[in-house]
T-cell receptor, first 115, second 116 residues
Framework: GAVVSQHPSRVICKSGTSVKIECRSL??????MFWYRQFPKQSLMLMAT?????????EQGVEKDKFLINHASLTLSTLTVTSAHPEDSSFYIC???????????FGEGSWLTVV | GENVEQHPSTLSVQEGDSAVIKCTYS??????FPWYKQELGKGPQLIID?????GEKKDQRIAVTLNKTAKHFSLHITETQPEDSAVYFC???????????????FGQGTILTVHP
């Protein structure tokens, strides 16, 4: 299947700092990318939908100023967790929708730990 | 919005047996139904998907069936192997047009354990 690369896979940061997570579609163009958060033993919670060249659409309850999303090209979307706090520690996963086909593939996820 | 219910939450089978996981959805606008396998600490891996213009799809030991009228779809794994052990998620969403283009709603997940 198609490959979605997420980087970094693990990151530890200090409280108050910002962290950027990248999501790349390696062998296809993705007009839409999605960012999820997953808590242990729970399902995926959609945070925002990112469309190339336009502003992201955030789900209810997700702070757009805290979770900055940029989708600058058809193969790259970034999530920046600003002024991170320990409660932001989580598993963040992106997915990408294959342009023209619609199949959705996920990245490997990024573990964020805020200390 | 869409609501997806998935059952069972846990499923334990013996190697070689079949496993069936069922999901229901609420939004008739949903027309794309993927299934993902997630291993511990990893991202979900697409294992099979089905669109609303077909009722069944097979890929080796994995099959998915869709009943649009009843709004339910199921994952069938035959001849299960220990390496099939993982968490399985169903999802539903619109896949063509509209503001929710490609947005998936996930089920709660099923922990499948295949005993050797």
């Amino acid at each position: 299947g198609a490959v979605v690369s997420q980087h970094p896979s693990r990151v530890i940061c200090k409280s108050g700092t910002s962290v950027k997570i990248e999501c790349r579609s390696l062998d296809f163009q993705a007009t839409t990318m999605f960012w999820y958060r997953q808590f242990p033993k729970q399902s995926l919670m959609l945070m925002a939908t990112s469309n190339e060249g336009s502003k992201a659409t955030y789900e209810q309850g997700v702070e757009k100023d805290k979770f900055l999303i940029n989708h600058a090209s058809l193969t790259l979307s970034t999530l920046t967790v600003t002024s991170a706090h320990p409660e932001d520690s989580s598993f963040y996963i992106c997915s990408a929708r294959v342009r023209g086909i619609g199949t959705i593939y996920f990245g490997e996820g990024s573990w964020l730990t805020v200390v | 919005g869409e609501n997806v219910e998935q059952h069972p939450s846990t499923l334990s089978v013996q190697e070689g047996d079949s496993a069936v996981i069922k999901c229901t959805y609420s939004d008739s606008a949903s027309n794309y139904f993927p299934w993902y396998k997630q291993e511990l600490g990893k991202g979900p891996q697409l294992i099979i998907d089905i669109r609303s213009n077909v009722g069944e799809k097979k890929d080796q030991r994995i099959a998915v069936t869709l009943n649009k009228t009843a709004k339910h779809f199921s994952l069938h794994i035959t001849e299960t192997q220990p390496e099939d052990s993982a968490v399985y998620f169903c999802a539903a969403g619109p896949n063509a047009g509209g503001t929710s283009y490609g947005k998936l709603t996930f089920g709660q997940g099923t922990i499948l354990t295949v005993h050797p």
